[in-house]
């Protein structure tokens, strides 16, 4: 783990209302759960209200349950201690999905390869989720990737429109 800003580890959340959010994760511990005052709140029903903590310390970061009620899963795995948390692991807590991304340990990707761009402005947020956003801080940007595919795609329609239009010309007139 790195102590630059974009190569701190992050949890990503992959499904529920707070779909394709990230949150940075500082040192220290975070604590993950439904009452506001946590870290990471989110708003499901089978949440805690103190769920789970995530811990950055000594380059590691380590995954903890709080002896909530449905359980912290690791991995498809529940967990009834701490778990050292690695680059792309699934963390489940309720019915909400997390990936945990280090991206300075990260395999797939080398470090700067990929340009991250706001491919457009974020929705403005909900009454719902203004509070889990004061919590939790900006979410990080959307990926780009830079193709434009608009002008090819209409050069490409028109002249299957103008062939069309011959053929039925050519079938009706002779």
């Known amino acids: 783990m790195s102590d630059e800003l974009n190569l701190l580890p992050l949890l990503m959340v992959v499904n529920g209302p707070l779909r394709g959010a990230s949150f940075r994760l500082r040192p220290g511990t975070r604590r993950i759960g439904r009452e506001e005052g ?46 050292e948390l690695r680059d792309g692991d699934r963390i489940r807590v309720g019915n909400v999905e997390l990936r945990f991304f280090d991206p300075s340990a990260a395999l797939t990707d080398p470090v700067g390869a990929i340009r991250y761009t706001q491919a457009y402005p974020p929705p403005p947020l909900r009454a719902v989720d203004q509070p889990a956003a004061a919590a939790l801080g900006a979410p990080t940007q959307m990926m780009s990737t830079g193709r434009r595919s608009g002008p090819l795609l209409w050069i490409f329609g028109g002249g299957a429109v103008l062939a069309g239009w011959v053929a039925w010309a050519y079938l009706v007139l002779n």
């Open 38 to 83: 946590v870290d990471i709140v989110i708003d499901d029903r089978k949440v805690s209200r103190r769920h789970a903590t995530v811990e950055l310390a000594d380059g590691r970061a380590v995954l903890t349950d709080c002896g909530s009620t449905n359980g912290t899963w690791h991995n498809d795995q529940r967990i009834s201690q701490f778990r």
